[in-house]
């Protein structure tokens, strides 16, 4: 049961730490790599923040819901994770 806690959680700290990281200082203001990194570790989740700007145009929120989804994203992927290695532990 601690296992499946532990992954999920860590993956997303990782990943918000490393977006705030692209995004603050080495993504200053879309004018640095970061934003481009950023995107990088956010797909899919980021795609699918462009098509809701697409269809509802508010610039400022399309890296929000990149951030949100990703953290939904990578939260998942620690969760299936770690089932699968309690599975095969038996």
């Known amino acids: 049961m601690r296992l499946r806690f532990l992954v999920p959680t860590l993956f997303v700290t990782i990943y918000l730490i490393a977006s705030f990281l692209f995004l603050g200082p080495f993504g200053g203001v879309g004018h640095g790599w970061g934003v481009g990194a950023f995107m990088d570790i956010?797909?899919?989740?980021?795609?699918?923040?462009?098509?809701?700007?697409?269809?509802?145009?508010?610039?400022?929120?399309?890296?929000?819901?990149?951030?949100?989804?990703?953290?939904?994203?990578?939260?998942?992927?620690?969760?299936?994770?770690?089932?699968?290695?309690?599975?095969?532990?038996?």
């Not at 699918?48 to 697409?54: F, H, K, M, R, S």
């Not at 610039?59 to 770690?82: M, P, S």
Request: no cysteine; proline share 4%.
């Open 42 to 90: 956010s797909l899919p989740a980021i795609l699918l923040a462009i098509a809701i700007d697409g269809l509802y145009p508010h610039h400022d929120l399309t890296v929000w819901f990149g951030l949100l989804g990703g953290a939904v994203q990578y939260a998942l992927i620690g969760y299936l994770i770690a089932r699968l290695v309690k599975k095969l532990k038996g």
